[in-house]
């Protein structure tokens, strides 16, 4: 009965936050006059998107620091689909993500093998491989980037528009923030439904004790491997994403930088809740943008902000919260 | 054939030295020092401070840097990881604490130093020149200071006693406090000791590559990957990684030339290759 009670609290609390964002939001910026808002906000809620898929591969009990090099593989499979291969931005998102999986994969089998340190580093250097390879590679047209990407078009279904082209629409922005927001809901709704199920139970052996949960049975090769290419899905279309708004994409659009920040994001909303990473995103990415009037001292108030919310809540935003609640 | 294996030592000496310091921080406090290339460009700036503006004798400017460095490490083990290691639910909460002092590390150097590249005079004019070899002296006298310190480092691990604590340490925390050793205070000075080492890896090198505020990020990555190819936390290792990743370095840039700016792309390839055979690299334990 109690169950069933909070069960609802929860769905009724999550609509209402997504009517907030969906509706509040558009009409409080476009009463204040601040457009710009759009494109951070949008940001944000990509951001998280990627930082989400971290926070599955920490839900394991692996440090990951390589997803920039998943973002950028996801934008550049997006952005060469659309511009060389003339498919639609919308079935180059889920391809951009299930390529990004299919690699992580053959990348995974491997590395999944080492634990702590080990796959953090070689996950750091994984970024800068992908940085490398967009160099290289003839397709991705080297240090110049991909550039002028066309907007999404349109969908439409037996002759009925589902979303209109968004070079047609009035504000390509608040088109944009609405399809970021539904994706990020999407995502995190998976994601929580993912932590309550059983194989989220299992994952979380697998961060306690490896060989133990081995030992009775639990296929842990076959879930860390699942595990890290739900992970890079998710990488891959924030990354396809990316590359849609801002139109280009460069081997330094996500690099090593990129890549700590989608951990940290995790780490400072606290990785024992689903909801961290959004919120952690959120502090972090608006925490920046506004310590941007301090001009130089931009940096260094920001990391010092940083290391001093470790020294006091060094278990994420969330547990001053949830502080009784066991960690998920 | 022989420049390119002269070239490869002369790297491979410095990347060790600078690997052995994460390598120490790690073994000790099982904590992945991100900021440690940022430590390393400090004293390169500290190096360029003294031995540079100040015109003083260039030994002066490296103790220096060491001295700073060490202070440095030390404060922040004391004030800052020690903290969060004894309130932290997971043991990864010190990779963001890492991560935070390397952006402020790189705040406070832009502030101070500014972005542009500074170099200092050099401290050796002239070339050695036989008809195999090409190498300027400044570049000998780095490599040769580099090694010495190398051999000096291991010998205060294996024969002093601060080096029998942090060795101890390193094996096994809870049984060197059972024996008695002072596990805060050699924390502490191994963490300074690390910190010191970059510190005079940056005074050394500022003489001939010159610093500036954006190359610790980069340094970091190399220092993990020769700390992944010789095995975490181990001495022997990360002098070995040091040297082969400053092996291949030079063999590839002098093999690879003609097919553009890949050394680093079939390092990394072959890294892949070889942690999927050897995980914990040469010489690691199997340990997380």
């Not at chain 2, 502490?188 to 190359?215: R, Y």
């Amino acid at each position: 009965m109690r169950k069933s009670r909070t069960a609802t609290l929860r769905i009724v609390s999550a609509i209402l936050f997504l009517l907030a964002l969906l509706v509040a939001v558009p009409l409080l910026i476009s009463a204040t006059g601040r457009s710009d808002l759009y494109y951070t906000l949008t940001s944000v809620a990509l951001l998280s998107i990627i930082s989400a898929g971290v926070w599955i591969t920490f839900y394991i009990g692996r440090i990951n620091i390589g997803q920039g090099a998943y973002a950028l593989m996801g934008g550049y499979v997006s952005a060469i689909l659309v511009m060389n291969y003339g498919v639609s931005f919308w079935l180059t998102l889920p391809l951009a993500g299930l390529f990004c999986a299919a690699a992580s994969v053959l990348i995974g089998l491997p590395i999944l093998r080492l634990r702590g340190v080990y796959f953090a580093m070689v996950t750091l250097v994984l970024t800068e491989v992908a940085r490398l390879l967009a160099l290289a590679l003839p397709i991705t047209n080297g240090a110049s980037g991909i550039v002028s990407i066309p907007l999404p078009t349109g969908i439409s279904l037996f002759g009925l528009t589902l979303v209109p082209g968004f070079a047609t629409v009035a504000n390509p922005r608040l088109a944009f923030y609405i399809v970021a927001v539904l994706l990020m809901a999407l995502c995190f709704l998976g994601l929580y439904r993912l932590a309550h199920s059983r194989i989220g139970q299992l994952c979380q052996s697998l961060q306690q004790n490896e060989e133990l949960a081995s030992s009775i049975g639990v296929n842990i090769a076959y879930l860390r491997v699942i595990a890290y290419a739900l992970s890079s899905f998710l990488g891959g279309v924030g990354g396809a994403m990316f590359a849609s708004i801002s139109q280009s994409i460069y081997p330094s659009s996500f690099t090593v930088a990129d890549s700590v920040n989608f951990m940290l994001n995790c780490f400072l909303g606290g990785l024992g809740y689903v909801l961290g990473p959004m919120l952690g995103t959120f502090v972090l990415y608006f925490g920046w943008d506004l310590l941007f009037q301090t001009g130089e001292f931009q940096l260094l108030i920001f990391s010092t902000l940083l290391i001093v919310l470790m020294l006091v809540l060094p278990n994420g935003l969330l547990s001053l919260a949830l502080p009784r609640k066991r960690s998920l | 054939m022989e420049q390119v294996i002269a070239n490869g030592l002369y790297l491979g000496a410095q990347y060790a030295l600078i690997a052995l310091g994460l390598t120490l921080i790690f073994a000790l406090m099982n904590v992945l020092n991100f900021a440690h290339g940022q430590m390393y460009v400090l004293g390169g700036f500290v190096t360029y401070t003294i031995y540079g503006q100040l015109k003083l004798p260039f030994v002066l400017a490296l103790i220096c840097s060491g001295v700073t460095l060490a202070i440095v490490g030390a404060l922040m083990e004391k004030f800052l990881f020690r903290t969060v290691i004894r309130r932290s639910k997971r043991e990864e909460s010190t990779m963001l604490l890492a991560a935070a002092t390397a952006f402020f590390l790189d705040a406070i150097m832009l502030l101070l130093f500014g972005e542009k590249q500074r170099g200092v005079p050099k401290i050796i004019s002239g070339v050695f020149v036989s008809d195999r070899v090409i190498l300027p002296y400044d570049r000998i006298v780095v490599g040769v200071v580099a090694i010495l310190m190398i051999a000096a480092f291991m010998l205060f691990m294996q024969y002093s006693k601060p080096g029998r604590a942090m060795r101890a340490l390193a094996q096994d925390r809870v049984a060197a406090q059972l024996m008695g050793v002072k596990v805060e205070r050699y924390s502490m000075i191994g963490f300074a000791l690390g910190a010191m080492l970059a510190g005079v890896v940056g005074g050394l090198l500022v003489s001939i590559t010159g610093v500036n505020s954006g190359i610790g990020g980069p340094i970091s990555i190399k220092a993990f990957l020769m700390v992944m190819i010789g095995g975490a936390g181990v001495v022997g290792g990360a002098i070995a990684g040091g040297f082969i990743l400053g092996m291949m370095e030079s063999v590839g840039l002098a093999t690879l030339r003609e097919y553009g700016d890949i050394t680093y792309l079939v390092i990394f390839a072959l890294l892949m290759i070889f942690l999927s055979i050897r995980p914990h690299g040469l010489m690691g334990k199997p340990w997380g």
